[in-house]
């Protein structure tokens, strides 16, 4: 019941910082190696309205969607769109994202400073279960990546704004000619892959604390989780988080702390020599 309630609750984390990866890379090609500022900005925006303005503790969860949407539309305005469907995208966009992090964290140290803040966004308490417990906090970060994940699916499946970005993904030229306006989709995708991003960077601070590199880290797991889930697969990076979070704890719990993220990163260069193509993708993303 320890390992499954350690499970629950890890996998969650990495699910919540996962999916907006997943979307950005699954959509566009994309890799974005902003996603850990994304992370750590709307960590920060959280921090700023609760502690800085005084605004309810509660309200620290649209704060970070509003901060990750910011420097989502930045970095696209000033960085992804001009470079986006142009020869070399894919390796440009990584330098560049790559480049446009590290200016973030860098600012963030020097203007407010490399201190380590509590995340005022929080829940207390604890839910038993049997024998063990569970945190409500937990029990909320689990809700609301489970929620992001459908919401996300069904936009992509079922809306006007998903059939632009599937076709935009496809082949931006036809696209373009067909009617869209393919610089609009990329940055709705930016907003939305920043919002989910920032919201994330609230999830996970609650557990450790806010201070500039807090990102790295879950982007490297979330960097794994979308190529163990699959390249393109949101709902597949989703069950990418929950099952390395399941052999992670599993070696904490048989093995030591020491060995979770050895034992994670074997498994996954495992998995990856017995399925390429990660659990659930199926196609390589080209364009002309």
Excluded at 114 to 142: D, N
Aim: aromatic fraction near 6%; glycine fraction near 12%.
């Amino acid at each position: 019941m320890d390992i499954l309630a350690t499970t629950l609750g890890l996998g969650a984390f990495y699910a919540a910082s996962a999916v907006s990866l997943a979307l950005i890379w699954g959509t566009f090609g994309m890799l974005n190696l902003a996603h850990g500022a994304f992370i750590t900005v709307g960590a920060y925006a959280s921090l700023l309205l609760v502690n800085e303005l005084g605004m309810p503790p509660w309200m620290g969860i649209f704060a970070g969607a509003a901060g990750g949407a910011a420097i989502g539309a930045v970095i696209n305005t000033l960085l992804v769109a001009r470079v986006f469907a142009r020869p070399g995208f894919e390796i440009n966009i990584i330098i560049l994202t790559m480049a446009a992090a590290t200016i973030v964290v860098d600012g963030i140290n020097n203007i407010i400073g490399p201190s380590t803040e509590r995340q005022p966004f929080s829940f207390e308490g604890r839910i038993a279960l049997g024998e063990t417990s569970i945190a409500w906090q937990t029990v909320m970060v689990i809700g609301i990546s489970l929620a992001m994940t459908l919401i996300l699916t069904l936009m992509l499946r079922y809306t006007a704004l998903g059939r632009s970005i599937n076709a935009v993904a496809q082949e931006p030229t036809a696209a373009r000619l067909n009617g869209i306006n393919v610089n609009r989709v990329v940055m709705k995708v930016m907003l939305i892959s920043g919002a989910v991003a920032g919201v994330s960077g609230v999830l996970i601070t609650q557990s450790t604390a806010v201070y500039p590199t807090v990102g790295q880290e879950p982007l490297l797991k979330a960097l794994i989780i979308c190529v163990i889930g699959g390249l393109g697969s949101i709902s597949g990076a989703v069950i990418g988080a929950f099952l390395l979070a399941f052999v992670e704890t599993v070696a904490q719990f048989e093995l030591g702390t020491k060995w979770g993220t050895p034992v994670l990163l074997m498994a996954a260069v495992g998995m990856l020599v017995l399925r390429p193509n990660g659990l659930f993708g199926s196609r390589d993303i080209t364009r002309n």
